[in-house]
């Protein structure tokens, strides 16, 4: 099979290296949004086209010419829309999954190929591990058995806008009304390679805040 490889995230990337190593496919690869052009997908005439951790909107051409595939890490078709990893945290989600689907029209609303279990817990670095092992997983399965498609149900899907900027920020009224679970999970779902979470000083400035631990009720840290 000729694949072309889409993606600029890190742990897309990986997944990538990683299925050329175990495969003897031919792979075009594209590693940012600058080396991506339609064309060159086009006259690569490729079987399929995976578009891993892509942010950007994909032209209806190339997914209407060849089997276009998108990794969403959530349960499709809960949390259909940006940044789900964030979104499901912050709502207190812990099992998820990795789905690899058919990309359509609808953002996020192709038929579903296949998935595995995703934990949301622990740090960020742990949960993008899970979802490179995943995403190898679950892309090598349909390179062996093929496209398995089933439609979503849409009387069950959920959608959420992609998180912005000013959402970072832990406000004070958070600190205040907040359990120290939900202020764990916002810092925790914003670790690096996200815009930290950060408080706002009386100076004008930002403390920004790449890690936490919570403590349980017996004053020992939480750790995976």
Known sequence: M????IGYRKWALDIYDQIVKKTDHDFMIVRTKKEYDKQDIINYHPDLVLFYGWSWKIDPEIF????????????????????????????????SKVTLFLIDEEYDAGDILVQEHLSLEGHMHQILDRITKAGVSLTLKIFKEGLKPTTQ??????????????????????????????????????????PNAFIKTSDGKKLVIKIAELENSGG????E
């Open 2 to 5: 000729k694949i072309a490889c």
């Open 64 to 95: 209407k010419n060849f089997k276009s595939i998108m990794l969403h890490p959530s349960d499709l078709p809960k949390f259909r829309g940006g940044t789900p990893i964030q979104n499901q945290i912050i709502n207190g989600v812990i099992d």
């Open 153 to 194: 149900d849409n009387s069950k899907s959920t959608y959420y806008s992609r998180r912005k900027m000013p959402q970072s920020e832990i406000t004070l009224e958070e600190l205040l009304n907040k359990p120290g679970i939900y202020l764990y999970n916002k810092i925790r779902m914003l670790e690096d390679p996200y």
């Open 220 to 223: 020992q840290h939480e750790m």
